[in-house]
């Protein structure tokens, strides 16, 4: 055994180097950051499911296509290749990297933020360095301690005299960490484990989806005094809910509807700033009352006196040259098919700040025609009470009439000049509008056009008779449209269908009134 044991020793070392050569060769060795964007394109989609309501000012509900250009220096070998500044809404299982020359071979994303809280959170039941500082003295003292709680509502320590809340010893007081954690990031982060058989620098494409983004439309119509013609403005608000900015991006918006998965909430990064709460320990008699301190330099009149001594006026005529005119604004962007989507593609470059908002130009005419009409319906549940008419701006989404484009849906505000002061009419909310559909701006309720709708006796088990009045308070004569939803019996000819209902138009005199009588079947027939 004596004899034996010299040979196996050496055996048994190189058996027990053996898994720890293996591990070392089958990881990376290198970790290669990019944080430099050579080139980004953003293409917007609207929320799925918001309408034409308001962006989520928290998190915008839509979404966003990024693709990134960047330059990287790859070693040989495998290596974890970090892309910092991505998007804070990426959705890893859609990130697609193009131009590395032997592929991804592993994706993770990198959500949690370095920040205040970041690291507090990072360090949750670990030990730091509470360093304080004596206010009269100077004196630093440091000492260990353990994060016990936190971030969330504060920091609660454990040190060698008991538990105590950061910030609330009434002295100058901070955190030492060790080491920065390997998992934060200054900055949301995708990493991909690649490979290269030599040392190369290329230029790679990340494509990815990302959630925190949105768009609308809003529309500013001027009424002419006429009240024949309007002067409209559409502009595209654009919302960037994530921590990352993209500078002098290529900016395209979608409109439509387009069916998208759901996909899981994903975490949100730690946010950067960490609040600290403290608990009351005296009450407001404890101190006197806090005196300013005197200003030196005697009265104010006195002051004054030296202010006017000490300023000596000097000058000469001097006529700046007038400021060269501005470059006239780049065109509104045209709408392109995408299928059955609308694709606008945005003529110059745009920054798109972290957590903010944007608004661009779509589209600017004058002129478009518009009918002011005065809506209701006519219902068996209208009751007796007279009813106030919807005010309605139409408009004809053709070239003729002084539009025939393509409208995303949105808001529109209304205005109308008086007396030369520019006045709100209303606003309204719209959806998307192909080229040749009607386009109607239902802006406030009018209380000078009215309706009533009563039940008549006598119409046995077949026919329920109605009456109808509308009257016309105004100084002009008022078209008026009602939707019936009722099964008239034998309607006009002149009346049209829309849907489940009729379309009834007719003109109402100044200060007058139309009466009518309807036939409704109920016999189910």
Known sequence: ????????????????????????????????????????????????????????????????????????????????????????????????????????????????????????????????????????????????????????????????????????????????????????????????????????????????????????????????????????????????????????????????????????????STPGALHLQCWPMDITSTHPLWELPAVEGGAPEAMADMARENIVVTGSRFIAPAPPAPPPPPPPPAAEDLGDLKFYRIPFRVDVAAQGQKQIALLAREGVAVEPLYVGTLSAHNGDAPLAATIRLRMQNREEDGLGLPLPGGSAAVFETVGGQRLLLGEAEIGDKAKGERVDYDIGASPAVRYRLRERPGGGTKYRHWQVEITNARPVDADVEMLVSMRIHRAPRNWERRGNAWVWGLRVPAHGKIEAELRERIDGR
């Open 1 to 268: 055994m004596r004899a034996v044991a010299p040979l196996l020793a050496p055996l048994l070392l190189a058996a027990l180097a053996l898994p720890a050569q293996a591990q070392e060769q089958a990881q990376p060795g290198a970790v290669i950051t990019s944080s430099g964007i050579e080139d980004v394109a953003v293409t917007v989609y609207r929320a799925p499911g918001r309408g034409s309501g308001a962006i989520n000012p928290r998190w915008p509900r839509g979404f966003a296509f990024i693709t990134e250009t960047r330059r990287v220096t790859l070693p040989a070998g495998l290596s974890t290749l970090r892309f910092e500044g991505v998007a804070e809404g990426l959705l890893p299982e859609t990130a697609v990297v193009s131009g590395l020359p032997n592929g991804v071979i592993e994706k993770n994303r990198d959500a949690r933020l370095l920040s205040p809280a970041g690291l507090v959170d990072a360090y949750l039941k670990r030990r730091v360095t509470l360093q304080r500082t004596n206010r009269e003295t100077g004196a630093v003292r440091e000492q260990e301690a353990v994060i016990q709680a936190g971030p969330n509502g504060g920091v609660l320590l454990e040190t060698d005299q008991g538990y105590e809340a950061l910030g609330c010893s009434g002295l100058p007081e901070r955190m030492i960490y060790p080491r920065a954690p390997a998992d934060l990031s200054a900055k949301p982060t995708l990493s991909v484990l690649v490979e290269s058989d030599a040392p190369r620098s290329v230029t790679v494409q990340l494509l990815y989806l990302a959630e925190g983004f949105d768009w609308a439309a809003h529309y500013v119509a001027d009424r002419a005094s006429d009240g024949e013609t309007l002067a409209l403005q559409g502009w595209i608000t654009l919302a960037n809910g994530g921590v990352t900015s993209f500078d002098q991006a290529q900016l395209n918006v979608i409109a439509g509807r387009l069916n998208k998965q759901y996909s899981p909430p994903l975490p949100r």
